[in-house]
């Protein structure tokens, strides 16, 4: 089964985005895909749930329907850090009802994304990191590089620290998040030379686009 972990290297870079476009990318490879948001916060009340919004894009993007609570199993209220979301929900984030939405998801599915929150080093709970996730799941991670000044720096580090952190960093997708940056080609050339992974593909801006649109901008090596 192909399953990846989309992290970024900040919030706000266009990971949903790029893990909705991932999704349509896989189906179509003739795959069905189905996407997860484990952890979500700064959801808003719908019929009575907690609902996200990028947790809905990820249902929306997959091949077939998928249970709300399997796919975002922590629906957290307020648009903080998911460990102070939590908290002021009185609730505590846990790795095994996430592992056993994944599973649920994976039962009629060939292919997984799973979004994490943030940037590589935010953390899930007082007690549980992104990686502990991962390491539970042996997931590949694909990392999100926002490109904007400083992304060099952000890339790099977030490569190092997912490296460092004894996970797989399976490739990298930059997300073109500032129309206004100088340099993008000289900017994708320093990261291709220096990221320890291959490049999935670059989106363009494009504000507002659908994600099946942006599909064709997406390489996946090990599907080509």
Not at 97 to 108: K, S, W
Not at 149 to 172: E, F, P, Q
Request: proline letters at 7%; one cysteine or more.
């Amino acid at each position: 089964m192909f399953s990846v972990y989309v992290t970024g290297t900040d919030t706000g870079i266009g990971k949903t985005l790029t893990s909705c476009a991932l999704l349509h990318a896989l189906r179509g490879h003739g795959l069905r895909a189905v996407g997860m948001k484990p952890v979500a916060s700064g959801c808003e009340r719908v019929d009575g749930q907690w609902r996200n919004e990028d947790a809905l894009a990820l249902l929306a993007a997959g091949s077939h329907a998928l249970a709300y609570a399997d796919c975002n199993p922590f629906a957290l209220e307020h648009p903080l850090a998911p460990e102070l979301a939590a908290r002021d929900a009185g609730i505590t984030v846990e790795l095994l009802p996430i592992l056993a939405a994944h599973a649920r998801a994976c039962d009629h599915a060939d292919a997984l994304v799973m979004e994490g929150v943030g940037g590589w080093a935010a953390p899930l709970s007082a007690t549980m990191m992104q990686v502990d996730l991962v390491r539970a799941l042996r997931l590949p991670v694909v990392l999100v590089v926002g490109l904007r000044l400083g992304c060099l720096n952000h890339a790099l580090l977030s490569a190092r620290a997912i490296v460092d952190d004894g996970a797989h960093l399976a490739g990298w997708i930059a997300s073109h998040i500032d129309p206004a940056m100088a340099r993008v080609e000289d900017n994708l050339a320093m990261l291709r030379a220096r990221l320890p992974a291959p490049c999935w593909g670059v989106l363009p801006h494009a504000p507002g686009a659908a994600p099946a649109l942006l599909a064709p901008y997406l390489r996946l090596p090990m599907l080509a």
